[in-house]
């Protein structure tokens, strides 16, 4: 892919489009990542300096980028320090929303914003949204990727591999599956 761009992953629910971006912002989350992983110029940590996920629940009642970060957050940061942050590394940013099944969603103008990158801090930040497949919804997105659902031997493997690598139990893995409706 030729960075920034705008990515959907559509699949039919419980195909692990959740589990797969929760993977990826965990995996960029873990510090020690980067001296296990990181061994060439295409990975994760490299690439992005920030890596956000957010849902669209969280765009409700907010007027800009910064504060649904900082409602999603649930955290007393100022929200000067988190613009400051996002304006600071706009062209290292990924944004992940997950979970964009509806149409209403889809009309909110900051999440739309966020989406077609005309957002000054979005404007050169790779985008990745997850959504049941719908074909009206393709229009701002240069990449399309559909997921198959997995069968549910491959979801324990999968589950069982995710919570390997990140030390989170398979029972909380599986309850937040079930909560995002994968």
Not at 55 to 72: E, H, T
Not at 139 to 144: A, Q, V
Request: proline share 4%; hydrophobic share 35%; with cysteine.
């Amino acid at each position: 892919l030729d960075l920034p761009c705008r990515v959907l992953i559509e699949g039919p629910p419980g195909s692990g489009k959740t589990m797969l971006v929760k993977m990826l912002a965990n995996v960029w989350g873990r510090e020690e990542s980067c001296r296990v992983i990181c061994k060439d110029k295409r990975c994760i940590h490299v690439i992005f300096k920030l890596v956000v996920l957010l849902n669209p629940s969280d765009f409700q009642g907010c007027n800009s980028l910064a504060a649904v970060i900082q409602k999603s957050l649930n955290k007393d940061l100022e929200l000067e320090t988190i613009e400051d942050a996002l304006i600071a590394l706009k062209d290292s940013t990924l944004y992940i929303v997950d979970n964009v099944d509806d149409v209403e969603q889809i009309k909110n103008p900051l999440l739309l914003s966020l989406v077609e990158g005309k957002a000054k801090v979005s404007r050169n930040a790779t985008v990745i949204v997850t959504s049941r497949p719908r074909s009206s919804f393709k229009k701002p997105f240069g990449e399309n990727f559909t997921i198959q659902e997995f069968n549910s031997e491959q979801k324990d493997k999968y589950i069982r591999k995710f919570s390997n690598e990140t030390g989170l139990t398979e029972k909380s893995i599986r309850e937040s599956l079930e909560k995002s409706g994968e």
